[in-house]
């Protein structure tokens, strides 16, 4: 796995514009301190990416998307695409949340088109995997988030140059308060690690692929899933939402030397 840590701060549809500024704002004057090998990235609503751009761009913070539709361009109303994305200086793009999976219906067939679809633009999938509660109570979990993956990247076409970041999220954990134990995650993690290996060579899974958790992680917990073996970061929901609590998180792990 690349060395590099991250924290990604999904601000689903949660903040309206004044609060959207005022957060990147703060990010913006934190940025200075953090260590280089931290890259935090912002996913606000794609109505405010532009805006947000505008307060970041002097700054190492990085803009992800939220979404992102399969065809670079066309009649999708209402859509907006990779290029798109990459033109409002966008670098990452979380895929396949569960919320999309669950309150849009998208499939692990449109996820796969979404990853692709970043890959070919350059920009990095954030792909987003996790079991229900009822598959963790079954014992499904593991064959729950390796089908998941095999059917968002098995088919994929990754070049040296792309990178891929999977999100491990057990639907169970997200924005429930509840987060999923260390130990847990990391036996998840373990399992999505060897079903990378399967997938793809050792040396592009080391090189250019990164596994992270997210569920209910904030600045009291956020340090123990960031163990640069399994884990080389978290994804923030509402943690994200308020610069202290946020900055909880990114001091969190600001703080673990990056050889951890
Ligand atoms: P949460 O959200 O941190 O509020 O649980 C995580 C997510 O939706 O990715």
Not at 119 to 127: A, E, H, M, Y
Request: proline letters at 4%; a negative charge; one cysteine or more.
């Amino acid at each position: 796995m690349p060395k590099n840590r991250y924290i990604v701060g999904n601000w689903k549809m949660n903040l309206d514009y004044d609060q959207t500024v005022a957060l990147a704002t703060a990010l913006m004057n934190m940025a200075s301190t953090l260590p280089p090998d931290l890259e935090v990235i912002a996913c606000p609503s794609p109505l405010y990416l532009d805006r947000v751009r505008t307060t970041l761009k002097q700054s190492a913070i990085k803009l992800g998307g939220q979404n992102v539709f399969w065809e670079d361009k066309g009649p999708f109303t209402g859509e907006y695409s990779a290029p798109m994305l990459r033109d409002l200086g966008v670098s990452y793009v979380i895929v396949g949340h569960s919320e999309r999976r669950q309150h849009l219906h998208e499939t692990d067939r449109m996820v796969a088109g979404k990853v692709s679809a970043c890959l070919r633009n350059g920009l990095v999938p954030i792909v987003c995997i996790g079991e229900t509660f009822e598959h963790r109570r079954q014992g499904k979990r593991n064959a729950v988030v390796a089908d998941q993956l095999r059917l968002a990247l098995g088919e994929q076409m990754i070049s040296p140059n792309n990178r891929v970041i999977v999100a491990y999220e057990p639907i169970w954990a997200i924005g429930s308060g509840q987060a999923c134990a260390p130990d847990e995650a990391a036996e998840a993690g373990y399992a999505i690690r060897s079903q990378l290996f399967e997938l793809f060579s050792e040396q592009l899974v080391m090189n250019n692929m990164a596994l992270i958790y997210g569920g209910s992680v904030d600045g009291q917990i956020a340090a123990q899933y960031v163990d640069g073996q399994i884990f080389s970061g978290v994804l923030v929901g509402g943690a994200s939402h308020r610069a202290d609590s946020f900055s909880a998180v990114i001091q969190s792990i600001a703080n673990l030397s990056s050889s951890s």
